[in-house]
């Protein structure tokens, strides 16, 4: 697997946009890029995915560097209840449906 | 669709005892899996079921059994408890498709060993 490096914490004001960056330098060519979240003492909930291109749903969009070494989850508009930990997840096809999940990002969105 | 279930929520064993945590999910997934998650650290994946019939380790698998029961239900198992075990277990499921890896979680057993 690649390995994935994310800020221990981070804090963002209610209303403002959340930008959580990720660095995955070793990333090979076929592996994809997860981000899950996991707000207190639930399970993790599953966010977005990518491989190249920039990708956007209904909770966020994913934006990857050309060289795929790093990406950023992008949060428009945060609100208190995104206030959990933020996992990125760098996997490949051949993994099968296995995840590996790091420490991640505690993000806190502050009023 | 009440998605991934867990039971019980809560325990508590004493070292030694044995238990059955219990998952089953209702969206028709073929793989499930079984993770723990002690304090202040992510997810580490005990077993997995890629399909029905089929179970395979994960990355720290020992002290625990597991038991695809049906294509619903996945089961852990521990055998000899140990306060090593102390941590929040989760289930998932997930499609087996080969580009989409969306696993949904459910809401998780936390289990003291004492």
């Known amino acids: 697997d690649a390995k994935t490096t994310q800020p221990p914490s981070m804090d963002c004001a209610e209303g403002r946009a959340a930008n959580l960056p990720c660095n995955h330098s070793?990333?090979?060519?076929?592996?994809?890029v997860y981000w899950y979240r996991q707000i207190h003492s639930q399970g993790p909930q599953y966010i977005i995915h990518?491989?190249?291109n920039n990708e956007t749903n209904e909770m966020a969009s994913l934006i990857i560097t050309e060289d795929r070494k790093s990406s950023t989850l992008i949060l428009p508009h945060a609100t208190l209840r995104d206030t959990a930990v933020y996992y990125c997840?760098?996997?490949?096809?051949?993994?099968?449906?296995?995840?590996?999940f790091g420490a991640g990002t505690i993000l806190r969105v502050k009023s | 669709n009440a998605g991934v279930t867990q039971t019980p929520k809560f325990q508590v064993l004493k070292t030694g005892q044995s238990m059955t945590l219990q998952c089953a999910q209702d969206?028709?997934?073929?793989?499930m899996y079984w993770y723990r998650q002690d304090p202040g650290m992510g997810l580490r994946l005990i077993y997995y079921?890629?399909?029905?019939?089929?179970?395979d380790k994960g990355e720290v698998p020992n002290g625990y059994n597991v038991s695809r029961l049906n294509k619903r239900e996945f089961s852990l198992r521990l055998e000899s408890a140990a306060p090593s075990q102390t941590s929040v277990y989760f289930c998932?499921?997930?499609?087996?498709?080969?580009?989409?890896?969306?696993?949904?979680f459910g809401p998780g057993t936390r289990l003291t060993v004492t």
């Open positions: 998932a499921s997930s499609e087996a498709q080969p580009t989409v890896y969306e696993q949904y």
């Open positions: 070793t990333i090979s060519g076929n592996e994809y």
């Open positions: 990518g491989l190249k």
């Open positions: 997840i760098v996997r490949g096809e051949e993994y099968g449906n296995k995840l590996v």
């Open positions: 969206m028709n997934h073929n793989s």
């Open positions: 079921s890629a399909s029905e019939g089929t179970t």
